[in-house]
């Protein structure tokens, strides 16, 4: 389950709409569904989390690539694609989230490879709005977008992931490291 909250993490980093709008339809299919009231509060709280990580994921991308008013039209169209891959991501979450105690371990696997299939092609969506923004952007523009889109051992475009199992060097080892490089 956390690794599906943490595909799911990643893929808000790629959109949600409104926040009024999203509480009414976050609510909706749970309870539509018959799902427990409980399972309904985690996706309006999933929802509302969502929404505002989206929005201040986008503000943070304009601000830092210093996007003109020449660029906005590009631009919207990037933020709009976020937002709407997003709250594709965030239906398949909440029909998730309604289903999933009724699930046997092959439908678990379907599930979760259903939402690890949509937060690839919603990360191709964006990446289709966003080669032409970046085709316009400035040097130091598109500088800016290398950094903040870099994904070495990254999740969320640019944000670190929290990777437990992830190796750390020995205090040994980071000193000669250190001493290597003087």
Do not use: C
């Not at 569904?33 to 409980?38: F, K, L, R």
């Not at 080892?173 to 490089?181: Q, R, T």
């Amino acid at each position: 389950m956390k690794l599906v909250l943490a595909t799911l993490a990643a893929a808000s980093s790629l959109a949600f709409a409104s926040g009024a709008f999203a509480q009414t339809a976050a609510s909706a299919p749970a309870a539509a569904s018959g799902a427990p009231a409980a399972t309904a509060a985690k996706i309006a709280k999933f929802d509302q989390k969502a929404d505002k990580h989206i929005e201040d994921r986008i503000k943070e991308l304009h601000t830092k690539l210093q996007i003109t008013p020449a660029q906005e039209d590009l631009w919207g169209k990037v933020a709009d694609t976020m937002r709407s891959t997003s709250q594709h991501m965030r239906e398949l979450y909440e029909q998730r989230m309604a289903q999933t105690d009724k699930f046997n371990a092959v439908d678990d696997l379907k599930s979760y490879a259903d939402l690890a299939q949509a937060h690839a092609d919603s990360v191709k969506s964006v990446e289709t709005a966003f080669e032409p923004l970046y085709a316009a952007l400035s040097d130091t523009q598109k500088k800016a977008a290398d950094e903040a889109f870099h994904h070495t051992g990254e999740h969320g475009m640019g944000k670190p992931a929290k990777h437990p199992m992830k190796p750390k060097a020995a205090p040994a080892e980071a000193a000669s490291g250190a001493a290597k490089a003087q």
